[in-house]
């Protein structure tokens, strides 16, 4: 059973940082593609950062490039994204996903697997 559990929402204020953790369980973590897709109220689901299973190829939604990094820890079956300079315009429920592939794909369509997201809200 594949399971991919976030952590490390939180309040924070605008220009603050925090650090998104997602642990995988269930699959063969280095042969999944890993993306990063956040929701805020009112609004769809929306791509914000993907790494490749090698962690050698990264891709960024416009809004956050800058200022969030994806990376992944394959021993650890771990990605992470730190986000810095952080807006009110962040706040949203943030997922982590899991894409048995070794491409890079924003499109949230193909991702096989989901977590249950975390919280982050940003104060201004």
């Known amino acids: 059973q594949v399971q991919l559990v976030e952590s490390g929402g939180g309040l924070v204020q605008a220009g603050g940082s925090l650090r998104l953790s997602c642990a995988a369980s269930?699959?063969?973590?280095?042969?999944?593609?890993m993306g990063w897709f956040r929701q805020a109220p009112g609004k769809e689901r929306e791509f914000v950062a993907a790494?490749?299973?090698?962690?050698?190829?990264?891709s960024y939604a416009d809004s956050v490039k800058g200022r969030f990094t994806i990376s992944r820890d394959n021993a650890k079956k771990t990605v992470y994204l730190q986000m810095n300079s952080l807006k009110p315009e962040d706040t949203a429920v943030y997922y982590c996903?899991?894409?048995?592939?070794?491409?890079?794909?924003?499109?949230?369509?193909?991702?096989?697997?989901w977590g249950q997201g975390t919280q982050v809200t940003v104060s201004s």
């Open positions: 790494v490749s299973w090698s962690g050698g190829s990264t």
């Open positions: 269930g699959l063969t973590f280095s042969r999944y593609g």
């Open positions: 996903a899991a894409r048995k592939d070794i491409v890079v794909t924003t499109n949230q369509d193909r991702y096989d697997y």
